[in-house]
């Protein structure tokens, strides 16, 4: 019986390995993957951090795209330019999959880590995050929110704007219905406002903004989650715009999911 169970799942392995395992496994897709990683990236910047052709750098993320490891959005800032990102989520679940192809034990599981948890046992203070969008009226301010709830105090979270506008209702509504955070006292603010503060990380979350490039002092780089402008093309209409403020939120409470696992993990190694 156990040299039967053992020759059925010799039998699994000897097939092709999975498609996860021939993308990444590429040196120059490993090496773009580790990029994207961390921050939203274009053709021409992933050109000038490895060093590569642009012909070569589009053939390789067009591989990445199609096994759906990388996904692509146009920029609201210069259509000309589309802006790649690692997908998380689906990264996570090919790799379960590899895992599990190979033998049915090799799953990933989670470690049940709590972000607040680590910082409080070595001592340290939160990681002091800032989000930034053109206006402050939408999507920093979800993120904002959202960081703050999630992290148990792990992560001390603000945001600003480069042109603040008021904060917009449907922004309030999805925190509230969907997420249970009462938004409504935030009010949009002026990066100036925030001068002098020390920031661990600073995310942009507005493709304006992150091809303005402010300067936050004391910081040298600025992440970037490229992100459509959920009130964008709806003529004011709140319904019409609220799906697109409901897909926002989730795309912003995954990102931040994946943002407090690392906060977690650097927490536990320092």
Wanted: proline share 6%; with cysteine.
């Amino acid at each position: 019986m156990y040299s039967m169970a053992v020759g059925l799942l010799m039998d699994d392995v000897a097939a092709a390995p999975p498609e996860v395992l021939r993308l990444a496994g590429h040196p120059l897709r490993w090496r773009l993957l580790g990029e994207l990683v961390r921050c939203d990236r274009t053709v021409r910047e992933l050109c000038g951090l490895v060093g590569e052709p642009q012909n070569l750098v589009s053939y390789h993320l067009g591989k990445l795209r199609r096994g759906q490891l990388v996904a692509g959005r146009r920029s609201s800032a210069d259509g000309r330019d589309t802006y790649y990102r690692v997908d998380l989520a689906q990264v996570t679940g090919q790799l379960t999959a590899t895992g599990t192809a190979l033998h049915p034990a090799l799953r990933l599981v989670p470690e049940n880590r709590s972000p607040s948890a680590s910082a409080s046992a070595i001592g340290a203070g939160p990681v002091r995050v800032l989000f930034l969008c053109s206006g402050n009226s939408a999507r920093s301010q979800m993120a904002e929110a959202l960081a703050n709830d999630r992290s148990g105090g792990a992560v001390e979270a603000a945001s600003a704007g480069l042109r603040p506008k008021p904060l917009h209702p449907n922004a309030v509504r999805v925190m509230r219905e969907g997420y249970g955070i009462d938004i409504a006292a935030q009010r949009p603010k002026h990066l100036d406002e925030l001068g002098g503060q020390r920031f661990d990380e600073v995310i942009s979350l507005c493709d304006r903004v992150r091809e303005a490039c402010p300067e936050v002092p004391g910081h040298d780089e600025t992440i970037h989650w490229s992100m459509a402008d959920p009130s964008a093309g709806h003529g004011g209409d709140l319904d019409a715009s609220y799906p697109a403020f409901r897909q926002t939120a989730a795309e912003l409470d995954g990102r931040i999911g994946f943002l407090l696992d690392a906060v977690a993990n650097r927490s536990s190694a320092a």
